[in-house]
């Protein structure tokens, strides 16, 4: 049953893994870019909720209203301001760009909050759980959080599938040149691209706020896992993100469980190098993003 | 008042000069085939006039604006509709969503082009990757038209497709221009592109060095000016002379 059990909480932490990582699947699927300050946004986004939530007095769910508009908007800006004039300077000017960008923030958030650890509060939502027998049960915070991610990713799947922007989404991660050529402004098309991969950054990493302590040197690690999540799954790939960050939580509680806790970072990534010599392209084809 | 002026056009490739000093000007309802040997700078003028390379010196006037600083994008919402050379279709999207993708209000729908291009209705939900030469070719006009342009460049149509997908293909670009298109044609095939357009230019190492009405041209004419042998009778070096 114990062993049930670390699957099924490796599942649930899957979809906050896979919500970390969808907006970089989104950002590498249109623009070959990877984000390499995506945890650094991320956490900065859970910092936004901790002030808004403590100034005003609203719970995290509250300030997610003013937070994920906002972390949109700092997309759209980021892109137009940064990353289009580096993807003028070939493919390593946005990792630059990217890696600067998260260094600025982390320090950023250093010297505003100090190294101390924070966490939000999700009210009832934090302790409620559901006892399916007396050694499995599921938190209601980690059920709200995978049901969340798979209404994100679902909703980004059905936006690049059903809509014209979606289309045009596609069209420009194939060819942005051939793109404008049909009327489409590339620029701006990434640039909305960039705004939902922050929006669902901040989303992510409000759950992780609620789940569990945070400080601000933790940002790369939040990338790490969202890019182990998306090479797993697929580079590109919405859907096989999900499964990435499914496969990754259930390896990290499994080698806990066989293993002791210490060992659940390294099972995750033990499975990520597997993945990498084996099935380098990850388990869903680039192609499905597209679909 | 003309449809497209292009003024003393000059567009480089680095130290190459494709395009030198060409002008001419294009009404609503003409149909102007560009022909010429390779390397003349026939498609490097297209994709000039379309946005997709930024020329060094000269204008081009659509309308009554001059577009030369424009973006690409933003010329095809003023009504530039270019079908480029080798296709360029998005792979990762089907038949429909290629054309859908383009849509503009106006004439053309998707209806209309699976209309006009029969051959791409049974392969509306295929992917572009896997579509035939001649398919991928009508796709790419179609997506042009779903623009719904009021001026059509059309590079290189008939390269590297099989005789009866060029046969289809002109056949349903003869239907296009009867709808009342203004078409401008970068072609290879001398015949055909005499036989679909009312005007045939020719160039010849960047330059715009014979132009005229087809029917006035004699297919002698225009071969001479298309292999440099010499400078056919209506020389056009100027803009003057292209009009």
């Known amino acids: 049953m114990t062993w049930i059990d670390a699957v099924i909480q490796g599942i649930l932490l899957g979809g906050l893994y896979a919500l970390f990582a969808c907006g970089l699947s989104l950002m590498f699927g249109v623009m070959r870019i990877i984000n390499l300050a995506h945890g650094d946004l991320a956490l900065l986004a859970t910092f936004m909720v901790l002030v808004i939530s403590q100034h005003l007095g609203l719970s995290p769910f509250a300030a997610l209203v003013i937070v994920l508009p906002g972390a949109a908007v700092v997309g759209y800006a980021l892109q137009y301001a940064m990353f289009n004039p580096s993807l003028r300077g070939g493919e390593l000017s946005p990792l630059l760009a990217t890696f600067g960008l998260s260094v600025v923030i982390g320090n950023m958030l250093l010297e505003v909050f100090s190294p101390d650890t924070h966490s939000l509060s999700a009210g009832a939502l934090t302790t409620a759980s559901w006892h399916i027998t007396s050694q499995i049960s599921i938190s209601a915070l980690s059920a709200v959080i995978f049901g969340a991610a798979v209404l994100v990713l679902g909703g980004l799947q059905l936006l690049l599938s059903y809509t014209q922007l979606g289309r045009a989404m596609r069209a420009t991660a194939d060819d942005a040149r051939t793109a404008e050529l049909v009327g489409i402004n590339?620029?701006?098309v990434y640039a909305i691209a960039t705004a939902i991969a922050l929006a669902t950054a901040a989303l992510a990493g409000t759950f992780f706020g609620?789940?569990?302590?945070?400080d601000p040197t933790l940002g790369p690690s939040q990338l790490i896992f969202a890019f182990e999540a998306v090479v797993i799954g697929g580079l590109g790939s919405l859907w096989g993100t999900l499964v990435g960050g499914i496969l990754l939580g259930v390896a990290q509680t499994v080698g806990a469980q066989a293993f002791g806790a210490e060992w659940a970072i390294v099972s995750g990534n033990v499975l990520f190098l597997l993945v990498l010599a084996f099935r380098s392209q990850g388990i869903f084809a680039a192609r499905e993003a597209h679909q | 008042m003309s449809l497209?002026?292009?003024r003393d056009l000059e567009v480089r490739h680095g130290l190459l000069q494709a395009v030198r000093g060409v002008s001419f000007a294009l009404e609503e309802g003409d149909t102007l085939a560009l022909v010429g040997a390779n390397g003349a700078g026939k498609s490097t003028l297209l994709r000039a006039i379309a946005g997709g390379h930024r020329p060094s010196r000269g204008q081009i006037v659509f309308g009554d604006r001059d577009i030369i600083r424009l973006p690409a994008y933003k010329r095809v919402a003023l009504g530039m509709g270019l079908v480029p050379e080798g296709r360029h279709l998005f792979p990762s999207l089907t038949v429909e969503e290629n054309l859908v993708v383009a849509e503009r209000p106006g004439y053309w729908t998707l209806d209309g082009v699976l209309e006009a291009f029969?051959?791409?209705a049974p392969r509306r939900k295929s992917r572009a990757a896997v579509l035939s030469g001649g398919e991928r070719q009508a796709t790419a006009i179609g997506r042009a038209l779903m623009t719904n342009p009021r001026l059509l460049?059309?590079?290189e149509v008939s390269l590297g497709l099989a005789p009866v997908a060029v046969e289809d293909l002109y056949r349903s670009l003869r239907t296009v221009i009867e709808r009342g298109a203004t078409v401008l044609l970068v072609e290879q095939d001398l015949g055909r592109a005499m036989a679909l357009c009312q005007r045939v230019a020719c160039m010849l190492e960047g330059r715009l060095v014979l132009e005229g009405h087809s029917g006035e041209l004699t297919r002698e004419q225009v071969t001479e000016a298309y292999f440099?042998?010499?400078?056919?009778?209506?020389?056009?070096?100027?803009?003057?002379?292209?009009?």
């Open chain 1, 186 to 188: 590339a620029k701006r």
């Open chain 1, 210 to 214: 609620m789940r569990s302590s945070f």
């Open chain 2, 118 to 120: 029969p051959m791409l």
């Open chain 2, 228 to 243: 440099g042998l010499r400078r056919a009778g209506i020389e056009v070096g100027s803009r003057e002379g292209s009009q």
């Open chain 2, 4 to 6: 497209l002026e292009v």
């Open chain 2, 153 to 155: 460049l059309l590079d």
